[in-house]
């Protein structure tokens, strides 16, 4: 897989990307205005290029953040640079003290979320103008699966191998 260069970006950073690529009937300000208090963005570049951004911040139930905002530029899909985000949005937002971690997951992207631990949990349902999308996600117990499995690093070494 590609490597990108990282890294947290400035909110405003992220909007031209966000605006292409999700909301073109949206402008600059009216994105601005939907950034909720408390999100942070990542950024992935490719030879200095911005190509792939993404959001996190808390909402909902203490201890719930948010992902959202996930957008690859078209030219750059498919080589790892949304995995590369969602991956530093889920790293920042358990660091900070998150038991969960959720998203309204467009329905073509939902393989990229299931690749990161998230699993479905609703029906999938269609948001006027946005097409259709699964809530899906990712919970304490994904994230120690997901914790114990870099440790361990071989998959023959699941918990489910394990003794006590
Ligand atoms: C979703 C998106 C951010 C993924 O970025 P990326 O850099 O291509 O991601 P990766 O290379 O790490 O992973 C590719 C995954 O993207 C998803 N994907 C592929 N084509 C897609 C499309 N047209 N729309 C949405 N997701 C797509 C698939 O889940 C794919 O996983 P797979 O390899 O298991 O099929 C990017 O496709 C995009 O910007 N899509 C349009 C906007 C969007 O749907 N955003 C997500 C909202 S939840």
């Given at each position: 897989m590609e490597s990108f260069d990282l890294r947290a970006i400035p909110l405003e950073e992220t909007?031209?990307?966000?605006?292409?690529?999700?909301?073109?009937?949206?402008?600059?300000?009216?994105?601005?205005a939907h950034e909720p208090a408390g999100s942070v963005a990542f950024g992935a570049f490719a030879g200095g290029e911005l190509v792939a951004v993404g959001l996190v911040g808390p909402e909902g139930e203490p201890g719930d953040w948010r992902v959202r905002g996930m957008a690859t530029r078209e030219d750059a899909r498919g080589r790892g640079a949304g995995s590369a985000i969602l991956q530093a949005l889920v790293q920042h937002a358990i660091e900070r003290g998150a038991t969960r971690v959720w998203c309204h997951a467009r329905t073509p992207a939902r393989s990229l979320y299931e690749r990161a631990g998230f699993v479905v949990a609703s029906?999938?349902?269609?948001?006027?103008?946005?097409?259709?999308?699964?809530?899906?996600?990712?919970?304490?117990?994904?994230?120690?699966?997901?914790?114990?499995?870099?440790?361990?690093?071989?998959?023959?070494?699941?918990?489910?191998?394990?003794t006590d």
């Open positions: 909007r031209a990307l966000r605006r292409e690529v999700l909301r073109p009937c949206m402008t600059l300000d009216e994105l601005a029906g999938e349902f269609e948001p006027p103008r946005l097409g259709p999308h699964y809530r899906m996600e990712l919970g304490a117990e994904q994230m120690d699966l997901g914790a114990e499995q870099m440790e361990l690093g071989a998959p023959e070494q699941t918990p489910q191998c394990a």
